[in-house]
């Protein structure tokens, strides 16, 4: 794998700076944009500030900030859109882990939301989300290229029932299957790289993108986002559950198609590294000025939870 100007170990580029900023950023943007604890009713506030503020990467809000700063925009044009792609995964992990889904008892190093606040304020909490994500998305502001009804159809259409949704009725519908790449492909792109490329592109265009930067964007954020979920497949069999902080091994005890499982681990490794070289060629169109996206995706490729 060739070394990016991103990179996290050398280079110019201070990926870990970049993230520790827009995580920091992020959580206090959310904190602001959610009904405090306190707010009644209580009960369900409280679920979804567990959920959300339970130590996530924030991957998807970093995604979506470098590619407003790679197309010369601002933080807080970008922020109510990196807040609301987080509200959207935070509520598709609470609704995944429940017992009619996934049935897990930790993410993101703690016991899941329907183990402290039970199955019904869980439903509730992710439905709650969902729902936060489109009214703090509703206070971006739209842009001559852009507008406003441009920003919630892209959100929507990611989170949808052609998109996150049908990528995890697949799945479910696959548990115990015989799956072939392409099927196991048509899954990643819906529950895992839709929602990262729609990260990426509201970063675009938040800040006014050209139409042949959101085309970069786009690739960028296709490929990563599937790079995503190959390296999520390799961990689930090579890390422990205290390093993932959700239960480890799922996937093959659920009988689940994996890159793994189905072209073993050496060759996914390979598939990833080759999804992020195509990510990387996305991003030539910026003339070095994406070294974060670069750096995330470098990053992303080489995680270890
Ligand atoms: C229930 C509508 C609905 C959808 C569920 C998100 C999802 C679809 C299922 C969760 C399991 C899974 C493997 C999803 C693919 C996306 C993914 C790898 C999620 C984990 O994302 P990270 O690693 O998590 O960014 P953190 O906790 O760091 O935010």
Same mark, same amino acid.
């Given at each position: 794998m060739k070394k990016h100007s991103g990179s996290t170990t050398k280079g110019s580029f201070d990926l870990e700076k970049f993230l520790a900023a827009s995580t920091a950023s992020v959580n206090k943007a959310l904190d602001t944009f959610l009904p405090s604890e306190k707010t009644k009713p209580a009960t369900i506030h409280k679920a979804m500030r567990y959920s959300l503020f339970a130590g996530g990467k924030r991957m998807r809000p970093a995604v979506c900030l470098a590619a407003a700063a790679a197309c010369g925009g601002s933080e807080a044009d970008a922020m109510p859109l990196a807040c609301a792609v987080e509200c959207i995964h935070t509520y598709s992990l609470v609704h995944d882990d429940l017992p009619a889904m996934d049935n897990d008892d930790y993410r993101r190093g703690k016991l899941t939301?329907?183990? #402290?606040? !039970?199955? !019904? /304020?869980? #439903? $509730?909490a992710g439905d709650a989300l969902l729902t936060q994500a489109f009214e703090i998305a509703a206070k971006a502001k739209g842009w001559p290229r852009y507008s406003h009804q441009? $920003?919630? $159809?892209? /959100?929507?259409?990611? +989170? !949808? +029932?052609?998109q996150l949704i049908a990528g995890q009725?697949?799945? $479910?519908e696959g548990e115990g299957k015989k799956t072939s790449v392409e099927q196991l492909r048509y899954i990643h792109e819906r529950k895992t790289s839709a929602l990262l490329c729609c990260s990426v592109r509201l970063g675009g265009m938040s800040a006014n993108c050209t139409p042949a930067q959101l085309k970069a964007l786009t690739d960028f954020g296709y490929n990563v986002g599937l790079a995503f979920q190959v390296i999520d497949d390799i961990l689930d069999v090579t890390q422990t559950s205290e390093q993932l902080g959700k239960t480890a091994g799922k996937d093959t005890k659920a009988q689940k198609a994996t890159y793994p499982s189905i072209v073993g681990l050496d060759k996914s490794r390979k598939i990833a590294e080759q999804l992020t070289e195509k990510a990387f060629a996305a991003l030539k169109a910026f003339k070095g000025k994406a070294a974060a996206l670069e750096g995330l995706a470098e990053f992303l490729l080489k995680r270890d939870k």
């Open positions: 939301n329907h183990k #402290v606040f !039970g199955e !019904g /304020i869980a #439903v $509730l441009d $920003l919630i $159809l892209e /959100i929507a259409r990611a +989170s !949808g +029932s052609l009725v697949a799945d $479910l």
